[in-house]
């Protein structure tokens, strides 16, 4: 009786042993993801891209004759008007040769109107007269050249800017083609700024605004320059010049980095959204987003179509609707109908 009573306490014993313990049994593990739902703050109004500020003009100024330079009337960061006189040679040696051949001048019109009239007399033959008129049309062509060097021995602001450069100093002799101040136009500068083709197919001009990265709470409009026809073979982009008028308070100068905001007026491109670039997906030539049910906590795939890239966003042509709620971040790790939930940060 024993025995039997031994065996039934082992099977017991075994059977129990047996049993899963519900602290074993496996747990299906939910994928936290961040989730963005599209609102009126996801609408892709601007394109964003990055630029520089450029002198609109700019001049190297020199003497076209050499000399003594008695007077610089500038220093730099001045700010001139076109005509102000910013150098001049000493003008008393081409104050002396512009003298000298205008008499020179003078004698030979003079000696040529008296050979002219004894000619009509014919007490002199043609060949004299001929002999005189090369030599006071000589004469005229030094006068001319000592107007013009004297005229050159001053060197004044060719439009309103700014003295950049100055690597003279007041009373050296300088040669004529030395530079003698660097001049810039900070009255009108350039924005330079490259463009994707498709912004640039746009029938609609849109509004453009300059930001300084040193100063990002004044904006500048810009106004249209032009464009290069030259695609950049890497990007794909085309060169964009554009042109602002700075203001008076705010000192912009060329080199200077700064960021372009283009503006869109067509209606189709101001009602794209803009997403996390995180958040697309790619499969062969498909491009798609992962789309979150909240009454399932599951997501499902949604083919989209993109548009350019602004920053860290990307502008979603077709597929998205205002209210949709993507997977933002997380989404390389997703499969369809995958349970997940809302990261909390």
Not at 176 to 195: R, W
Request: net charge negative; aromatic share 6%; hydrophobic share 40%.
């Amino acid at each position: 009786m024993k025995p039997r009573i031994l065996t039934l306490l082992c099977l017991l014993l075994t059977f129990i042993g047996c049993k899963p313990s519900p602290e074993t049994t496996a747990t299906v593990k939910v994928r936290p993801v961040k989730l963005v739902t599209l609102d009126n703050t996801a609408l892709a109004t601007t394109y964003q891209f990055p630029a520089v500020i450029d002198a609109s003009k700019d001049a190297d100024l020199s003497f076209q004759v050499s000399g003594l330079l008695q007077e610089l009337n500038i220093m730099e960061a001045q700010q001139v008007k076109q005509g102000d006189v910013l150098a001049m040679l000493d003008q008393r040696d081409f104050i002396n040769k512009l003298a000298s051949a205008k008499a020179e001048y003078d004698n030979a019109e003079r000696e040529y109107r008296r050979l002219e009239q004894v000619a009509s007399k014919g007490l002199i033959s043609q060949s004299e007269l001929t002999k005189q008129r090369s030599a006071r049309d000589i004469a005229k062509a030094n006068l001319g050249i000592a107007e013009k060097a004297l005229s050159d021995s001053v060197i004044t602001a060719p439009f309103d800017g700014t003295i950049a450069q100055i690597p003279v100093t007041k009373l050296q002799n300088v040669t004529a083609g030395d530079l003698i101040a660097k001049m810039i136009d900070t009255y009108e500068l350039e924005v330079k700024f490259d463009v994707p083709s498709r912004l640039i197919q746009d029938n609609t001009p849109p509004r453009i605004e300059v930001m300084l990265n040193a100063d990002p709470s004044r904006r500048f409009e810009a106004r249209f320059k032009e464009l290069g026809l030259i695609a950049d073979p890497n990007s794909q982009t085309y060169p964009v010049t554009m042109v602002i008028t700075p203001p008076q308070d705010r000192l912009v100068l060329p080199g200077m980095l700064a960021t372009v905001e283009v503006i869109p007026e067509s209606a189709d491109q101001a009602s794209m959204v803009a997403i996390p670039m995180a958040a697309v997906q790619s499969q062969g030539d498909s491009t798609y987003v992962w789309l979150f049910n909240e009454a399932s906590s599951t997501v499902s795939r949604r083919d989209i179509e993109v548009d350019d890239d602004i920053g860290e966003q990307i502008r979603v042509r077709q597929g998205l609707q205002m209210g949709d709620t993507i997977v933002g971040a997380g989404a390389a790790y997703l499969a369809e109908g995958m349970e997940v939930r809302p990261w909390q940060d």
